[in-house]
């Protein structure tokens, strides 16, 4: 038996009123669920629950050697406000909730980043107003716990950042993946924000943020296996 917090990242219909979820585990990792009556007569109450970017705590019949686990019990950990219905926060969310679901591919238990990612969520339904660079600082943070963070060595004379190398280097534009000075410095700022939760301390023109969002993308791209296109990033373009 299993017992503990999870954020679900994906559901599939399976037959008439079944689903299999993915779900972040506290204490597993990455793990698929079954659970069955979702879509039975007057049982909206858990189809509810069983919403995408939803905190819940479950309980399953676990099994080390199977791939797909039975769930128990699973009630919402945690009840959104305002997340659900805000636009602009959904659509920070459903970018967050695709950025987990393409580097979070094992079942290898991490409880920091589990925190990390359930705090963020939380961060994001309680702030107001919203911040315009929580996908950015979500981004940045988020790379650290995958084991690929880019070192933070700018400086004046290291003043542009090398993608493909994940370090900051005296400024050639004709480096391919040289990113130009004024944006690298900005790059940079982004890494020394003590907290994620923390205010507007960094001021971001809408040029800039657009940039800096393309600047993370492709360091992901460049530095996570298979990360692939992302589909919700022309909605958040739009947005911010």
């Known amino acids: 038996m299993l017992e503990t917090r999870g954020v679900i990242l994906r559901s599939i219909k399976y037959k008439e009123s079944s689903l299999i979820l993915d779900i972040y585990t506290e204490h597993k990792g990455l793990q698929s669920f079954l659970i069955n009556g979702v879509f039975k007569k007057g049982n909206q109450r858990l189809a509810g629950i069983l919403q995408l970017c939803n905190l819940v705590d479950l309980i399953s019949y676990f099994n080390e050697q199977k791939h797909l686990h039975r769930i128990k019990e699973i009630n919402l950990n945690y009840i959104y406000s305002d997340l659900s219905f805000n636009l602009t926060k959904s659509a920070i969310a459903t970018f967050i909730l695709e950025i987990c679901k393409k580097c979070l591919k094992d079942q290898q238990t991490n409880v920091e980043l589990f925190n990390f990612i359930h705090r963020c969520f939380i961060l994001l339904d309680k702030q107001s107003p919203i911040d315009p660079n929580f996908h950015l600082k979500f981004l940045v943070r988020f790379i650290q716990f995958l084991g690929v963070q880019p070192t933070n060595n700018y400086s004046t004379i290291n003043n542009s950042f090398d993608i493909r190398n994940g370090c900051f280097v005296a400024y050639d534009q004709i480096l391919i993946h040289a990113v130009e000075p ?3 410095k900005l790059f940079s700022s982004l890494f020394n924000e003590k907290d994620f939760g923390s205010g507007f301390t960094i001021p971001i023109n809408y040029s800039d943020r657009k940039k800096l969002l393309d600047l993370l993308i492709l ?16 909605v958040l373009r739009t947005l911010f």
């Open 219 to 234: 360091y992901y791209q460049f530095h996570v296996d298979q990360f692939g296109q992302l589909k919700s990033l022309d």
């Open 182 to 184: 004024e944006l690298s």
